[in-house]
T-cell receptor
Protein backbone atom coordinates (compact mmCIF):
# COMPACT_ATOMS: atom_id res chain seq x y z
CA UNK A 1 0.00 0.00 0.00
CA UNK A 2 1.36 3.46 -0.88
CA UNK A 3 2.75 5.42 2.06
CA UNK A 4 3.58 8.96 3.01
CA UNK A 5 7.29 9.09 3.78
CA UNK A 6 8.89 11.59 6.15
CA UNK A 7 12.55 12.31 6.74
CA UNK A 8 14.34 12.53 9.05
CA UNK A 9 12.59 10.56 11.74
CA UNK A 10 14.31 12.63 14.41
CA UNK A 11 15.90 16.05 14.13
CA UNK A 12 17.78 17.83 16.88
CA UNK A 13 18.58 21.49 16.40
CA UNK A 14 19.66 24.48 18.41
CA UNK A 15 17.36 27.35 19.11
CA UNK A 16 17.50 29.94 16.34
CA UNK A 17 18.56 27.49 13.66
CA UNK A 18 16.59 26.77 10.52
CA UNK A 19 15.19 23.29 9.93
CA UNK A 20 13.55 21.69 6.93
CA UNK A 21 11.29 18.71 7.40
CA UNK A 22 10.73 16.64 4.33
CA UNK A 23 7.81 14.59 3.12
CA UNK A 24 7.02 12.53 0.08
CA UNK A 25 3.22 12.30 -0.22
CA UNK A 26 1.44 9.46 -1.97
CA UNK A 27 2.06 9.92 -5.66
CA UNK A 28 -1.49 10.47 -6.96
CA UNK A 29 -2.54 12.68 -4.07
CA UNK A 30 -3.11 16.35 -4.69
CA UNK A 31 -3.74 17.78 -1.22
CA UNK A 32 -1.00 18.06 1.36
CA UNK A 33 -0.96 18.97 5.01
CA UNK A 34 1.26 19.46 8.00
CA UNK A 35 0.14 18.74 11.52
CA UNK A 36 2.08 18.75 14.74
CA UNK A 37 1.76 17.21 18.18
CA UNK A 38 3.50 18.73 21.14
CA UNK A 39 4.17 16.11 23.77
CA UNK A 40 1.08 15.51 25.84
CA UNK A 41 -1.13 17.70 23.69
CA UNK A 42 -3.53 17.24 20.81
CA UNK A 43 -2.54 16.78 17.21
CA UNK A 44 -2.96 20.25 15.68
CA UNK A 45 -3.47 21.43 12.12
CA UNK A 46 -0.76 23.70 10.74
CA UNK A 47 -1.37 24.16 7.03
CA UNK A 48 -3.00 22.74 3.94
CA UNK A 49 -1.54 23.03 0.45
CA UNK A 50 -3.04 22.51 -2.98
CA UNK A 51 -2.07 23.47 -6.51
CA UNK A 52 1.23 24.93 -5.34
CA UNK A 53 -0.23 27.30 -2.83
CA UNK A 54 -1.39 27.37 0.74
CA UNK A 55 -5.11 26.70 1.04
CA UNK A 56 -5.37 27.56 4.68
CA UNK A 57 -3.15 27.92 7.69
CA UNK A 58 -3.83 27.90 11.37
CA UNK A 59 -2.91 30.56 13.88
CA UNK A 60 0.13 28.46 14.76
CA UNK A 61 1.54 28.80 11.25
CA UNK A 62 3.15 32.20 11.63
CA UNK A 63 5.85 33.91 9.57
CA UNK A 64 8.58 31.59 10.78
CA UNK A 65 6.92 28.69 9.00
CA UNK A 66 6.81 28.08 5.27
CA UNK A 67 5.91 25.20 3.00
CA UNK A 68 7.07 24.33 -0.46
CA UNK A 69 6.67 21.69 -3.09
CA UNK A 70 10.02 22.07 -4.80
CA UNK A 71 9.49 19.28 -7.30
CA UNK A 72 6.86 16.74 -8.27
CA UNK A 73 7.34 14.54 -5.27
CA UNK A 74 8.58 16.38 -2.19
CA UNK A 75 6.66 18.59 0.21
CA UNK A 76 8.66 20.47 2.81
CA UNK A 77 8.05 22.42 5.99
CA UNK A 78 10.65 25.01 6.90
CA UNK A 79 11.00 26.63 10.28
CA UNK A 80 13.26 29.65 9.89
CA UNK A 81 14.37 30.30 13.44
CA UNK A 82 13.42 27.52 15.77
CA UNK A 83 12.21 28.13 19.29
CA UNK A 84 12.10 25.75 22.22
CA UNK A 85 8.32 25.57 21.89
CA UNK A 86 8.64 24.24 18.34
CA UNK A 87 9.73 20.92 19.81
CA UNK A 88 7.06 18.49 18.69
CA UNK A 89 6.24 15.60 16.41
CA UNK A 90 5.47 16.93 12.95
CA UNK A 91 3.21 14.86 10.72
CA UNK A 92 2.84 15.23 6.99
CA UNK A 93 -0.38 14.00 5.40
CA UNK A 94 -1.90 13.80 1.97
CA UNK A 95 -5.31 13.09 0.51
CA UNK A 96 -6.46 12.10 -2.93
CA UNK A 97 -9.48 14.30 -3.26
CA UNK A 98 -10.81 17.51 -1.87
CA UNK A 99 -13.88 15.98 -0.32
CA UNK A 100 -14.20 16.74 3.34
CA UNK A 101 -14.86 13.10 4.03
CA UNK A 102 -11.63 12.09 2.33
CA UNK A 103 -9.34 10.38 4.75
CA UNK A 104 -5.89 11.79 5.29
CA UNK A 105 -2.92 9.48 4.99
CA UNK A 106 -0.23 10.34 7.51
CA UNK A 107 3.48 9.74 7.55
CA UNK A 108 5.36 8.36 10.54
CA UNK A 109 6.33 11.83 11.67
CA UNK A 110 9.51 13.74 12.37
CA UNK A 111 10.33 14.33 16.00
CA UNK A 112 11.88 17.78 16.26
CA UNK A 113 13.83 18.59 19.38
CA UNK A 114 14.98 22.18 19.86
CA UNK A 115 17.67 22.66 22.49
CA UNK B 1 -14.00 25.53 15.88
CA UNK B 2 -14.74 21.93 16.54
CA UNK B 3 -14.02 20.35 19.89
CA UNK B 4 -13.42 16.65 20.32
CA UNK B 5 -13.41 14.96 23.70
CA UNK B 6 -12.01 11.53 24.32
CA UNK B 7 -13.01 10.36 27.76
CA UNK B 8 -10.17 8.51 29.41
CA UNK B 9 -6.57 9.09 28.41
CA UNK B 10 -5.74 5.50 29.37
CA UNK B 11 -7.87 2.39 29.02
CA UNK B 12 -6.73 -1.05 30.12
CA UNK B 13 -8.46 -4.29 29.21
CA UNK B 14 -7.66 -7.97 29.38
CA UNK B 15 -7.07 -9.91 26.22
CA UNK B 16 -10.44 -11.11 24.94
CA UNK B 17 -12.39 -8.38 26.71
CA UNK B 18 -14.54 -5.73 25.10
CA UNK B 19 -12.78 -2.54 24.05
CA UNK B 20 -14.75 0.69 24.33
CA UNK B 21 -13.09 4.01 23.56
CA UNK B 22 -15.27 7.08 23.88
CA UNK B 23 -15.44 10.11 21.63
CA UNK B 24 -17.80 13.08 21.71
CA UNK B 25 -17.84 16.09 19.42
CA UNK B 26 -19.18 19.55 20.00
CA UNK B 27 -20.76 20.87 16.81
CA UNK B 28 -24.50 21.14 16.22
CA UNK B 29 -24.02 20.04 12.61
CA UNK B 30 -22.71 16.48 12.61
CA UNK B 31 -19.19 16.49 11.22
CA UNK B 32 -17.32 13.83 9.35
CA UNK B 33 -15.90 11.45 11.93
CA UNK B 34 -12.72 9.42 11.97
CA UNK B 35 -10.77 7.11 14.21
CA UNK B 36 -7.02 6.85 13.77
CA UNK B 37 -4.60 4.49 15.50
CA UNK B 38 -0.95 5.13 16.21
CA UNK B 39 1.37 2.25 16.99
CA UNK B 40 4.71 3.02 18.64
CA UNK B 41 7.08 4.86 16.31
CA UNK B 42 4.54 4.89 13.53
CA UNK B 43 2.23 7.42 11.95
CA UNK B 44 -1.50 7.79 12.25
CA UNK B 45 -3.37 5.03 10.47
CA UNK B 46 -7.02 5.35 9.55
CA UNK B 47 -9.17 2.78 11.34
CA UNK B 48 -12.57 3.85 10.07
CA UNK B 49 -14.66 6.83 9.12
CA UNK B 50 -18.25 7.98 9.05
CA UNK B 51 -19.42 10.34 6.35
CA UNK B 52 -23.02 9.43 5.61
CA UNK B 53 -25.40 6.51 5.51
CA UNK B 54 -25.32 3.61 7.95
CA UNK B 55 -24.44 4.84 11.41
CA UNK B 56 -22.53 1.70 12.37
CA UNK B 57 -19.28 1.62 10.49
CA UNK B 58 -16.77 -1.18 10.39
CA UNK B 59 -13.07 -0.65 10.14
CA UNK B 60 -9.87 -2.57 10.03
CA UNK B 61 -8.70 -5.05 12.66
CA UNK B 62 -12.23 -5.83 13.86
CA UNK B 63 -13.01 -2.34 15.12
CA UNK B 64 -16.31 -0.61 14.60
CA UNK B 65 -17.87 2.67 15.66
CA UNK B 66 -21.40 3.95 15.88
CA UNK B 67 -22.43 7.50 15.13
CA UNK B 68 -25.15 8.67 17.50
CA UNK B 69 -26.38 12.12 16.59
CA UNK B 70 -28.53 12.50 19.68
CA UNK B 71 -25.52 11.87 21.89
CA UNK B 72 -22.97 13.65 19.63
CA UNK B 73 -20.85 10.56 20.01
CA UNK B 74 -18.74 8.24 17.90
CA UNK B 75 -17.49 5.56 20.25
CA UNK B 76 -15.06 2.93 19.06
CA UNK B 77 -15.55 -0.70 20.02
CA UNK B 78 -14.05 -4.11 19.47
CA UNK B 79 -15.71 -7.22 20.89
CA UNK B 80 -12.51 -9.01 21.84
CA UNK B 81 -9.21 -7.28 22.48
CA UNK B 82 -5.96 -8.67 21.21
CA UNK B 83 -2.47 -7.91 22.43
CA UNK B 84 -1.70 -6.33 19.07
CA UNK B 85 -4.41 -3.71 19.66
CA UNK B 86 -2.23 -1.94 22.21
CA UNK B 87 -1.72 1.52 20.74
CA UNK B 88 -2.92 5.09 20.97
CA UNK B 89 -6.28 5.84 19.42
CA UNK B 90 -7.35 9.24 18.18
CA UNK B 91 -10.82 10.44 17.37
CA UNK B 92 -10.93 13.21 14.78
CA UNK B 93 -13.61 15.26 13.05
CA UNK B 94 -13.82 17.56 10.07
CA UNK B 95 -16.49 20.09 9.28
CA UNK B 96 -19.16 19.44 6.69
CA UNK B 97 -20.02 23.00 5.77
CA UNK B 98 -18.58 24.59 2.65
CA UNK B 99 -16.68 27.37 4.39
CA UNK B 100 -14.40 25.07 6.28
CA UNK B 101 -10.87 24.10 5.45
CA UNK B 102 -10.54 21.00 3.38
CA UNK B 103 -8.62 18.35 5.23
CA UNK B 104 -8.55 20.19 8.49
CA UNK B 105 -9.03 17.61 11.18
CA UNK B 106 -9.71 18.37 14.81
CA UNK B 107 -8.29 15.71 17.05
CA UNK B 108 -9.07 14.49 20.50
CA UNK B 109 -6.25 14.07 22.99
CA UNK B 110 -5.98 10.38 22.31
CA UNK B 111 -6.59 7.27 24.40
CA UNK B 112 -3.76 4.89 25.16
CA UNK B 113 -5.07 1.33 25.08
CA UNK B 114 -3.22 -1.29 27.11
CA UNK B 115 -4.11 -4.94 26.67
CA UNK B 116 -3.15 -7.33 29.48
CA UNK B 117 -2.53 -11.03 28.79
Amino acid sequence: EPEVTQTPSHQVTQMGQEVILRCVPISNHLYFYWYRQILGQKVEFLVSFYNNEISEKSEIFDDQFSVERPDGSNFTLKIRSTKLEDSAMYFCASSETSGRGSPLHFGNGTRLTVT
Amino acid sequence: AQSVTQLGSHVSVSEGALVLLRCNYSSSVPPYLFWYVQYPNQGLQLLLKYTTGATLVKGINGFEAEFKKSETSFHLTKPSAHMSDAAEYFCAVSDRYSGSTLGRLYFGRGTQLTVWP
